[in-house]
């Protein structure tokens, strides 16, 4: 069974910082890539950042490059989001995923943590 737990959701102020965490019960295999994805109010969820859970790899939407870090903490099986320079349009309620295909979604969905960022 596997679960994944996000945590670190809440309300910046634009130009702030959040990071959030996903808790993956069930080590995750090498084959697999974790990530982030969001959905605004009103929108379609869409594809933050992802990261090989082999070698670290990391990916982007175009959105959040240079902006956003994804990174792993393989001991721990934590998949950590680092949020800088938040704007309001980063408001959305935010999902970690595991899959194998970086930016296409697997089926295992964690619950999702709010993000507001308030201008």
């Known amino acids: 069974q596997v679960e994944l737990v996000e945590s670190g959701g809440g309300l910046v102020q634009a130009g702030g910082s959040l990071r959030l965490s996903c808790a993956v019960a069930?080590?995750?295999?090498?084959?697999?890539?974790l990530g982030w994805f969001r959905q605004p109010p009103g929108k379609e969820r869409e594809f933050v950042a992802a990261?090989?859970?082999?070698?670290?790899?990391?990916y982007y939407a175009d959105s959040v490059k240079g902006r956003f870090t994804i990174s792993k903490d393989r001991p721990n099986n934590t998949v950590y989001l680092q949020m800088n320079s938040l704007y309001p349009e980063d408001t959305a309620v935010y999902y970690c995923?595991?899959?194998?295909?970086?930016?296409?979604?697997?089926?295992?969905w964690g619950q999702g943590v709010q993000v507001t960022v308030s201008s």
């Open positions: 995923n595991r899959g194998t295909t970086p930016g296409d979604p697997g089926r295992f």
């Open positions: 069930g080590r995750p295999y090498s084959s697999h890539v």
């Open positions: 990261i090989r859970w082999s070698n670290g790899l990391t």
